[in-house]
Nanobody, 126 residues
Framework: QVQLAESGGGSVQSGGSLTLSCAISGFADSKFYTGWFRQAPGNEREGVATINTEGRTDYAESVKGRFTISQDNDKNTVYLKMSSLKPEDSAMYYC????????????????????WGQGTQVAVSS
C-alpha cells in the first residue's frame, strides 16, 4: 500500500543545483522516517540524507554542507536540495521510507528501509 515516487532528476553542470522530490503515500500513521540513497555503476548503495516526521536529519559526510533534506507534511513530500554538485554525485537516487520504529528513529543504513521508490537519475557533468 505504501508508495514512493521520486522526481526532479536531470543533467546539470558541475557546481549546479537540483532539487529532488519524493511523494509518499499509504502509511497508516504519520510516524515514519525517510531517506535518500544513491547508487552509481560499480558502487554500493549509499545513504545520502534522512529525516523523520519530527524533523531530525542526518547526512552522509560526503554531502554535508551541500545537500539539504526537508519535508512538507501538507503535501506528504520529502525534498532533497542539492547544491555545489560534483561529478561524483552522479547516480541513481532513490527515496525510501519505513515506519517499523517509533519515536525519533532515522538512519542512513539501507537495511532499515522496506519501501523504495523507482529512482531518479542525476548526472553531473565536468
Amino acid at each position: 500500500q505504501v508508495q514512493l515516487a521520486e522526481s526532479g532528476g536531470g543533467s546539470v553542470q558541475s557546481g549546479g543545483s537540483l532539487t529532488l522530490s519524493c511523494a509518499i503515500s499509504g502509511f497508516a500513521d504519520s510516524k515514519f522516517y525517510t531517506g535518500w540513497f544513491r547508487q552509481a555503476p560499480g558502487n554500493e548503495r549509499e545513504g545520502v540524507a534522512t529525516i523523520n516526521t519530527e524533523g531530525r536529519t542526518d547526512y552522509a559526510e560526503s554531502v554535508k554542507g551541500r545537500f539539504t533534506i526537508s519535508q512538507d507534511n501538507d503535501k506528504n513530500t520529502v525534498y532533497l536540495k542539492m547544491s555545489s554538485l560534483k561529478p561524483e554525485d552522479s547516480a541513481m537516487y532513490y527515496c525510501a521510507a519505513d515506519s517499523r520504529f517509533e519515536g525519533q528513529f532515522f538512519t542512513l543504513q539501507s537495511p532499515w528501509y522496506h519501501f523504495w521508490g523507482q529512482g531518479t537519475q542525476v548526472a553531473v557533468s565536468s
